[in-house]
């Protein structure tokens, strides 16, 4: 399922999705309603509510040991999202010192299902509202099916306040509430909403079972919100941790406002994923100390880009003899003039080499800005009648900039020049330093002076026609600039079919800098 993988860890649905078969065996009213394909695999009819209803009512009783009844026509709870939210407030109650263990159910349902999960799981004391005599009556029957009636208590309540009647009477502190709150503002709304579908947001895989007074509310969800809001400013001294559910996204702007114009201003929303399904939880409290959890589904989203491998087919032409040796021998040299460390091991069965990356300091990138520094420092010292070979540089780096420039325009990633990206495209050898001029003459006397190791490696980063362009070898960077990396990631040498393929895992540090060290070997490999 598309979004299982953002699932709250500890959602025991994350990786183990419900065997119907195994269902089917323990709970016969379940088993009437799973039917088998020609392979004999077990299927369930999501549209249909008797089939729904044994579900959740299956489930409720093989992973949380709980009884219930539901009736069919009134809201069916789905157990991997109801167990989602509890999670979220068990990781918030992790954050607050002397926590009590009570909260408060606005609109329990028939099934009372966040209460009976709350008490299993946590042993969590509530105190629960509803404004229907259905639900008002099953939901009592129950807490009494699961002998939890000195745990829970449900009060009939009329509908006119979110939260003030339920605590009319009552003295108790409350470590937090919840509610899922009605979803529609009208007959308009829900019709609206269910038929504005598109491909990208295909039918709901499953029927709403929901009456209109549970999905149904003036105003629909935001106001409902609202509503907690503004009473939760008079509350504030009894209830720590105020949430509620979101089922529309575009209502989270406006729930943030409302909470923005009551000054409240630590507040935290969350994603529910669950199988096609998202839902949103916002949670606000007026104790400053308090620190939310941070969006798993953020957190999880951007760790799973991250750990992405960018990949590069490596072109014929970059060497003599077309083999993994040769190319990672033609990279190491690269990545030695952009004094990048590398340890290197090789996995003989898959000829795969591994490289392991360190870059302390941006060799890589603002090349032609250099340059054009080196060229103007380059003119004063010759108009001072110095280094007459320096006017050589001058000419050769016009050449390349223009050179640079193409390479500019060729930016995979974004496609435009200048690239927008933030991973400006690379072009050149390295980071001079402040002093370029001193290091140009340095290395010109390493160019003078130097064996073929250092041609070779010259050769791995700069023009061949070009070899008064200056390269800086590996071994130059301080203790200093070794103390703080710029990033860390892996580099894998391999045989794709029949190309040799380059390929970086990120590890830690700035992933911008993978992007241009890369974008560095695919603009030089070939030269
Ligand atoms: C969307 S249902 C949620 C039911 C259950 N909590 C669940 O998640 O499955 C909303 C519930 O709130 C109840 N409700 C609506 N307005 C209410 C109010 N002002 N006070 C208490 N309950 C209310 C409805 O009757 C309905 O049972």
Known sequence: MALNKY????N??????PNFKTLAEKYPDFAKCVFKDLKGKCHLDYKSPTSLRQLAIALLKEDFDLEVEMPLNRLIPTIPLRLNYIL???????ELTDVKGKGIDIGTGATCVYPLLGCKKNNWEFLASEVDETNFTIAEKNIHKNNMQEKIK??????KTALLELLEG???QFDFCMCNPPFFADHMDAQAIMSSRTDDRPEPSSINTASVGESITEGGEAEFIKKIIVESVDLQGRIKIFTSMIGKKTNIPLVKKELRDHKIPNYQTTEFCQGKTMRWGIAWTFDTSVIFPRSLFQETKKSRKLSLPLTFE??????SVYDVDHVANKVMKMLKVLQIENFKSVDSKTKTVHLKLTAFKNTWSHQRRKRREMKRRGEEQTSEGTEVKKLKVTENFTEREKSDKQLE???EKCQESPCNQGEREVTSVSDFNDDQTFKGKKIEEKVNKSGDGEKAANQGASSSKDNVVPYVTGDSLSEEDKDQFLVKCDMFIKIASDSISLEMVYREGQKDQMHQILQYLKNHITD
């Open 314 to 319: 490596v072109p014929q032409s970059a060497v």
């Open 409 to 411: 325009n060729s930016c």
């Open 12 to 17: 025991l649905y994350k990786d183990k999705a």
């Open 88 to 94: 979220w407030i068990e990781d918030i109650l992790k």
């Open 170 to 172: 009552n003295s108790d």
């Open 7 to 10: 699932m709250h860890p500890r």
């Open 154 to 159: 449900v009060k009939k309540v009329s509908g």
